[in-house]
């Protein structure tokens, strides 16, 4: 039985059992939302924001914001529409251009990323550290990093930015260190129903957890979907950077998946099938 993957969403300390989550890092330019008829996509901006949507979509799209949480629902199909999302603290406003058909596949949330945002230890009122009070802030330090985001969305934030985004624009995260991995070059066991090729790339760890960011490669003459539901071993969440990869050869064949595990990385995979040498294959009797 294939192990169920876990949504790198976790509030109260409880693990919540839903989708990966699709990274999508807001530029200033309107952000693509497809979704299928029937089917609620939930959007995480992460900011209490009021949504406005033109007259067109009443009775087509349900819409309702949350704790930081937009939910689009789409009772029929639409063409490419502008919604307004404005922060209600700054005003600030960030767009995006949804639309509607028919479908069966799933459409994963979307964890929106923004530049300069920080996700790091909670800190007290602002006040001058000296004496007494320097030991107790060092002190503060060595308790585990109280984050205003649950871990496992930080840790995925945190290596997709490093790899995909500029120096400038990661997210400082208080405590994260780079883990090294002890894992082999290329990995069978994690995706055995597509025709892939998984190696590890790199990995950082926070408070007991850490992530992996993996390179796959499409090895086909065929477009190949990609479903986190089909890994196999024990993960917290898992998100790819794309949610497909194309034909081998074309630049669109790589992308990079991000497992979130608890502990060492290496405990999370299933073992890899001993290599067969000639040796092995020799039986007794047979001339050496």
Known sequence: MKPNVLVAVVFMMMPVVVSAVELMKWERIPLQIPLNVGQERIVFVDKNVRVGFPPTLNGKLRVQSSGGAVYLSA??????????????????????????APGKSIREPVQLVYDGEVSSASTSDKTRISGNEQTAVISE??????????????????????????????????????????????????????????????????????????????????????????LQGEFISAAFQHPWLGNAGTPEDTTVLYLVVQGRPEGAFRSEPMAVTDKTHQTRGAPK
């Open 75 to 100: 009772s029929e199909a639409f063409p490419v529409t502008r919604l307004q999302l404005q922060n209600k603290a700054n005003g600030e406003i960030i767009l995006l251009d949804v639309s509607a």
């Open 141 to 230: 330090r060595r308790k585990p990093a109280k984050l205003n985001t649950p871990l496992p969305v930080v840790l995925t934030r945190y290596a997709a930015q490093s790899l995909y985004g500029p120096l400038r624009t990661v997210e400082p995260v208080v405590g994260i260190t780079n883990t090294a991995l002890k894992l082999p070059s290329r990995l069978t066991t994690l995706y055995p129903s597509e025709p892939v090729e998984v190696s590890p790339l790199a990995g950082w760890s926070l408070n007991g957890y850490s992530v992996i960011a993996l390179l796959v490669r499409n090895t086909a003459t065929v477009n190949v979907i990609l479903n986190p539901r089909m």
